[in-house]
């Protein structure tokens, strides 16, 4: 297959709506179907990891209807839930499969997840071992910890969880079978990852505590249906935060991003690495902050992230890394061993993939050493199938000298739709 070539450019401008958030959007669709009453979504993301989640619940036999960005959820709450005649396919979508299973622990039937060749290779363990501890009985390979996996649920007893990493999977996937379970279920987390399961259980009426990194739910909470309108994605926003500070001349408008401070370590970074990036219009919108973003070209300089930080923009490390190899000096990123298990292995992805294009990135066993220099000289580069990547070496080929032929473009998909279309619009 021939890649998509991607040109430099030196100049942009324009107003750029980025996608509907894909965490939130999850969620959404997810606690509507578990809801008693009508949910409605507004500027769900019609990405392909999104509409795994959807299929799903049409297959649990959840009522819903789509019409463009718009997702109308009519459920009569779990219990109303039925046994899947056929597996469950979560695509490339790890938090269908986390979230899902954690959702159905406390079913009274069988059920079998699957998702595609990277999914399949994702370690699992780290959701099926709590869920087991309190009562599910799950099956798959290697002890569980592989999809295809099968679960047969049932009565769940509450407990208490502390999780090795900090993720979000993770927690609402025992979170969410806490609201099944009998008492009180807790996780305490070893840093705080994205909370938008916690508030948007809130927003549907579950009674929700939570104190810096430990959160806490009672078994019998009840959903009832909501209006939901799901901001912008600042994860798809990075990828214009990073292009607007580093192309020669411009600027770029990104209104109604989510700025939820579980996932603005991205603007932290870059604002740290020197960029010009201002906010307006900040409003709270469903229990979500969100925002109007500007950015301007600026001189970025290195930077150290590591710590709590990670999580904060844990999936925002691949275009990082494009940044750092344009701004000038030192970047060390570190305890971010939890890119290994993502989409791809994303430390030796991204250095294999930006050294092919001229950069100097050093790979380190939890994160990346990179030397800052001023150019990208440009070239092939492949996605391996993995959206992050895709985008971040089509930004890369708009900052490079001589361009970046995209491998495989299409994974953008996943998470940005329109994605080649709006580079398009931006770049003139
Ligand atoms: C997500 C949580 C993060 C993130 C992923 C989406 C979520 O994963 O990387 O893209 O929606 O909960 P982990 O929870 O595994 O860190």
């Not at 039925?82 to 059920?111: H, W, Y």
């Not at 901001?231 to 990104?254: R, T």
């Not at 220099?373 to 708009?398: E, V």
Request: aromatic share 4%; net charge neutral; glycine share 12%.
């Amino acid at each position: 297959m021939r890649g998509v070539f991607i040109k430099p450019v030196t100049n942009l401008k324009g107003e750029i709506r980025v996608p509907g958030d894909k965490s939130i959007s999850h969620r959404a669709a997810l606690f509507g179907g578990m809801a008693y009453g009508e949910t409605h979504i507004s500027n769900f993301l019609l990405g392909q990891d999104c509409l795994s989640t959807l299929r799903c619940l049409k297959q649990l036999g959840v009522p819903w209807e789509r019409q463009e960005k718009e997702v109308w959820i009519r459920s009569e709450g779990m219990d109303a839930w039925q046994e899947p005649i056929d597996v469950l396919d979560a695509g490339n979508s790890g938090t269908t499969l986390r979230l899902m299973l954690g959702a159905l622990a406390g079913s009274p039937f069988t059920v079998t997840m699957n998702g595609d060749e990277s999914l399949r290779s994702r370690p699992m363990r780290r959701v099926t071992d709590p869920l087991k501890q309190m009562g599910a009985r799950i099956m798959g390979r290697r002890e569980g910890n592989l999809a295809p996996l099968t679960m047969m649920g049932g009565q769940l007893q509450g407990q208490s969880f502390r999780t090795p990493v900090a993720s979000a999977q993770i927690k609402s996937a025992i979170l969410l079978a806490g609201l099944r379970a009998s008492g009180e279920t807790s996780v305490e987390e070893p840093a705080l990852s994205r909370d938008h399961t916690e508030r948007m259980l809130r927003g549907f009426g579950v009674d929700v505590q939570s104190n810096q990194t430990i959160v806490r739910v009672h078994g019998g909470g009840r959903l009832t249906g909501q209006a939901v309108s799901v901001p912008g994605d600042i994860s798809s926003a990075a990828f214009f935060l990073v292009l607007g500070s580093l192309v020669g001349q411009g600027e770029i408008i990104l209104p109604d991003v989510g700025i939820n401070p579980t996932r603005t370590g991205i603007l932290d970074v870059l604002k740290g690495m020197g960029a010009d990036i201002e906010l307006f219009n900040v409003e709270e919108v469903c229990g979500e902050p969100r925002a109007t973003i500007r950015v301007r070209p600026a001189k970025l300089k290195g930077i150290e992230i590591a710590g709590d930080m990670i999580p904060r923009l844990i999936d925002e490390i691949p275009i990082l890394a494009v940044a750092a190899c344009l701004a000038e000096g030192e970047t060390v990123i570190r305890d971010a061993a939890e890119l290994r298990v993502k989409e791809t292995d994303r430390i030796s992805t991204v250095v294999g993939g930006l050294n092919a294009l001229g950069a100097k990135v050093e790979e380190l066993p939890d994160g990346l050493r990179i030397q800052g220099q001023t150019s990208l000289y440009g070239g092939q580069a492949n996605s391996l199938g993995d959206h992050r990547l895709a985008m971040a070496w089509a930004i890369a080929g708009m900052l490079s000298k001589e361009g970046v032929s995209v491998e495989d473009m299409a994974a953008a998909d996943v998470s940005f739709p329109d994605f080649l279309a709006v580079i398009k619009k931006v770049a003139g």
